[in-house]
Nanobody, 124 residues
Framework: QVPLVESGGGLVQAGGSLRLSCAAS????????MGWFLQAPGKEREFVAA????????YYVDSVKGRFTISRGNAKNTVYLQMDSLTSEDTAVYYC?????????????????WGQGTQVTVSS
């Protein structure tokens, strides 16, 4: 298990921005693809974005393309989700997770380690 801790959530007005961070400990994190998922009240957990171990390849759900950017820190032990042009539809709990190398990164079953989540609320 790789401990993951998200931070950076909060309340923001529509059109605003937030930057989520996901910190992990342990060398094993360095080789893990990482992803962000969201879960709105009463809904299933949904894929948002993912990044491979080197940071060279990224994936996004269509609804956030051009607005969200996933990246890894220089030491590869922190993953960020920059969220711009937020709308009320983005309101949810956001989770980061570590996937097994080589797995399908848009599928939640590929992720074996999850953080506790951080709440993002966008007011209209």
């Amino acid at each position: 298990q790789v401990p993951l801790v998200e931070s950076g959530g909060g309340l923001v007005q529509a059109g605003g921005s937030l930057r989520l961070s996901c910190a992990a400990s342990g060398r094993t994190f360095l080789n893990y693809p990482m992803g962000w998922f969201l879960q709105a009240p009463g809904k299933e957990r949904e894929f948002v974005a993912a990044i491979n171990w080197s940071g060279g390849t990224t994936y996004y759900v269509d609804s956030v393309k051009g607005r969200f950017t996933i990246s890894r820190g220089n030491a590869k032990n922190t993953v960020y989700l920059q969220m711009d042009s937020l709308t009320s539809e983005d309101t949810a709990v956001y989770y980061c997770a570590a996937a097994l190398p080589g797995s399908a990164l848009t599928i939640s079953d590929s992720y074996k380690n999850w953080g506790q989540g951080t709440q993002v609320t966008v007011s209209s």
